[in-house]
């Protein structure tokens, strides 16, 4: 059955957001947040991905890690750049914040063993898409909670790029990609990026239960 995400207006404190999630991820596996930023945070991220795009500074993303990496557009179509998260643009900075602060928050309350994480720019151009699949990878299963922060102002469901989660083998979960909303779920549910009719932008990310550096290991 598939489920339609119900808007949720939630411009909270990340003290009260990091509960929410928290609680959410604990009864479901995933969790989606609105305005997980201010406005004006999330109208300089959109402005700042959409000219990495423009200047050409995305490159073709692929699927697999080290040895097994590939480029596979007949299942995933996005561009990305991975972002520093120790040494990031200011631009940046605001989400890198809270993003740390929300995986300090879940460690203390769901156990987690978090301690760092990852994560880039996505663009999917219009008629890409990115089959049904899991973050955690089989040798390098580092990935425990993946995250998405979407930069698609005027969103209609006619452009396509929603995220579809399947938290089981009878149930769907929908999420629109809409500006300032924050989807996160385990790094070992199935999921999917639909096929986008429009230009779809986002930062996608994983919170590891090992420092990054040493994930390549």
């Keep these: 059955m598939r489920q339609h995400l119900r808007s949720i207006d939630s411009s909270l404190p990340i003290g009260l957001a990091a509960e929410k999630i928290a609680s959410e991820l604990s009864q479901n596996a995933y969790s989606i947040t609105d305005q ?19 200047e050409d500074h995305l490159k073709k993303a692929g699927i697999g890690k080290q040895q097994s990496f590939q480029i596979a557009s007949e299942i ?15 631009i940046l900075e605001p989400l890198m914040g809270r993003l740390s602060e929300l995986m300090d928050y879940l460690n203390r309350t769901c156990f987690l063993g978090l301690k760092d994480f990852e994560t880039h720019v996505a663009y999917y151009p219009p008629g890409t898409f990115y089959r049904r699949h899991v973050d955690r990878f089989q040798h390098n299963a580092h990935r425990v909670v993946s995250f998405v922060l979407y930069l698609n102002s005027d969103w209609v469901p006619a452009d396509g790029g929603q995220l579809m989660l399947y938290p089981d083998d009878n149930s769907t979960f929908e999420v629109a990609p809409v500006a300032g909303r924050l989807a996160m779920f385990l790094s070992d549910m199935p999921h999917e990026v639909l096929k986008s009719f429009a230009g779809r932008y986002s930062i996608t990310g994983w919170m590891l239960n090992q420092l990054k550096e040493l994930t390549f290991l």
Excluded at 36 to 47: H, N
Aim: charge should be negative.
């Design 36 to 54: 997980f930023l201010t406005p004006e945070e999330v109208a300089s991220l959109i402005s700042y991905v959409k000219s990495l795009q423009e």
């Design 76 to 90: 995933r179509g996005d561009y990305i750049r991975w972002i520093d998260t120790k040494n990031c643009d200011a």
